[in-house]
């Protein structure tokens, strides 16, 4: 005899009244947000938007002044460690078309490794290597040879795809060649391997140690450091109320309250002033995404799961009203952030709604985590394919992806273009994420066995 709706609806209610929670034991969060509201800069003031403006165009001109191949190079570099290349596209891509397509600069190179790796670096070409090797392939070693080349070249082998063995070649025989009072014997954090606005803060101390650099460059990467941490505090304040608004924290006590770490995962992304919009979107979407897995991995029990995972499908809340409290909540503040989200890109950029490729977005990254929830609620164990081909949806770089390419596009028909023809590089970086994860979440496990 079928039960009536009443009947399965109580039903329902007793299974998840009776369910016993689980928990991950995260650590509490160590920032105090009414110190962080309390932050004040001063380099929000417009007459440093006006000395930026000024030394901008001064540096401009010093590409036109630079001669010396190395200085070039060098420059560029610089301005790269800096995080100020976005100043400078136009004169950085005339500059190395000038070098490419100059045959005495290639000469330059022939008797000069530091300035063939810091140009590897730059245009990607690994070929100019083999004049620095032997018959057999192995690098030739000067006794005249310091540190800055051999730096370099460890940083270029990180630039290698598969099957570059000159490239292996060269890693071994920096490592090896490095000076025994060298203060670096190795590359702990690679620069193809950071995150470059992080590494700023460093890199203008260390150019300030040398005083090699020239003295506007240095001040413009010391003022856009600054000017750019003044907008991110702004950013982060209105993130904060946004997140204490959603009243989440009270109710959802099992997930992590990571939203300032969230917030520096996407100035990470995007330091640039002129992307506030899209760290604060992408902040808001990592913080789901952390709550989703947490109620997907803890919290939520099978029956619980599938009710979930339905209503975000359907997009509506007739089918959340079973569900206890905590995922009502999680559900209603999903929705509603989305929808602003949609709303703020159409007035900012625009365009059209974006909705139904955000909705798709949590749709499939929910499905993904409710498989894995299945196969953990029946002691499933699948395949390695089987695993990987959820795997890279429910790390969530599809749904990363999609926030990113809709914060920085310009017109939203390209916008899709990109996004519709460029499925196999997010799922690869996707698939990266999916393994660099579990590589972490299995230390942790046999760390607690």
Known sequence: MEKSGEQQYLSNQMKIGSVERRTANYMPNIWNYSLLQSLTNKYEEEKYRRQEETLKREISCIFHEVKDPVAKLELIDCISKLALSHYFEKDIYETLNTMVNTNKFGSCMEDNLYLTVLYFRILRQYDVFLNFTDDVGQFKISEHLDDKPILQLLEAFYLGVESESLLETAQVFATENLSANSEISSLPCPLHLSVRWFNVKKHVNVQEKENKTNSMLLQLGRLHFNMAQAQQQKDLKEILRWWRNLDLKDTLIFTRDRVVESFLWAVGVAFEPEHGSLRKWLTKVIMFILIIDDVYDIYGSWEELECFTSAVNRWNHTEIHQLPEALRKCFCAL???????????????????????????????????????????????????????????????????????????????ETINILENNQEIIYYSSLIVRLCNDQGTSTVIILST
């Open 335 to 413: 929705y509603d952030t989305t929808i602003d989200m949609d709303q703020q890109i159409q007035q900012e950029k625009y365009w059209n709604s974006v909705l139904p490729y955000l909705i798709k977005g949590w749709k499939d990254f929910c499905q993904a985590l409710n498989v894995e929830a299945k196969w953990y609620h029946t002691g499933y164990t699948p395949r390695l394919g089987e695993y990987l081909e959820n795997g890279w949806i429910s790390s969530s770089g599809p749904l990363l992806s999609l926030v990113v390419l809709f914060g920085v596009g310009q017109d939203i028909a």
